[in-house]
């Protein structure tokens, strides 16, 4: 049974660009939830997605857009990138229902110069 | 502003003792919380999770404690193995529709061998 996987693992990028990091869920899995953590933070919730639609958003802003697929896989897509958004990007996954155990990816580390 | 906070940072024990991490939260309404571990470069692990409804749930080796009178949370973790040694984060999912998940600054266990 695959956990959640992210791609890719690192990615540098340089103030201005723009980036896409992706997500595939756990199996059975039909909800994706975006988390960045910055260093020796814990992680802060940027956006939940379901049924190919946002349905929740976290304090940021609309530089950070999403995607959810009909096989439930994501993307997270930050433009104009600052060197604030350096950080490990996690991607979560669950079964769309109250209290839901969100199983975490790998992380996306993101550097950017 | 609410979050769900640590009291302290770091904790050293020796193996083979039992650890306690704590956490605070001020939310009333947080009515499902999940322990999570985290080591170097890798994504969050699901520890063990307990609902508003309980008191205490209890793992392998791990026992989660709830008191919702104090809005206090805290994770036991039986015979300390190096293995343990990581950082801890306890997450609050908010309750009244709310999705995300809330994170503190997380507790760094160092297992002393």
């Known amino acids: 049974d695959a956990g959640v996987t992210q791609s890719p693992t690192h990615l540098i990028k340089t103030r201005g660009q723009q980036v896409t990091l992706r997500c595939s869920p756990k199996?059975?899995?039909?909800?994706v939830s975006w988390y960045q953590q910055a260093l020796g933070q814990g992680p802060q919730f940027i956006f939940q997605?379901?049924?190919?639609?946002?349905?929740q958003r976290g304090n940021f802003p609309d530089r950070f857009s999403g995607h959810q697929f009909p096989n439930y896989s994501s993307e997270l897509n930050v433009n104009a990138l600052l060197l604030g958004d350096s950080a490990l990007y996690l991607c979560?996954?669950?079964?769309?229902?109250?209290?839901?155990?969100?199983?975490f990816g790998p992380g996306t580390r993101l550097t950017v110069l | 502003g609410e979050s769900v906070g640590l009291h302290l940072p770091t904790l050293s024990v020796q193996e083979g003792d039992n650890s306690i991490i704590n956490c605070a939260y001020s939310n009333s309404a947080s009515d499902y919380f999940i322990w999570y571990k985290q080591e170097s470069g890798k994504g969050p692990q699901f520890i063990i999770d307990?609902?508003?409804?309980?008191d205490k749930r209890q793992g392998q080796r791990v026992t989660v404690l709830l008191n919702k009178t104090v809005k206090h949370l805290s994770l036991q973790i039986a015979a300390t193995q190096p293995g343990d040694s990581a950082v801890y984060f306890c997450?609050?999912?908010?309750?009244?529709?709310?999705?995300?998940?809330?994170f503190g600054k997380g507790t760094k266990l160092s297992v002393i061998p």
């Open positions: 979560a996954s669950s079964l769309d229902r109250a209290q839901s155990l969100q199983y």
């Open positions: 307990i609902r508003s409804n309980m």
């Open positions: 997605y379901y049924e190919e639609e946002e349905r």
């Open positions: 997450a609050e999912n908010r309750g009244a529709g709310s999705y995300q998940l809330t």
């Open positions: 199996s059975g899995h039909d909800t």
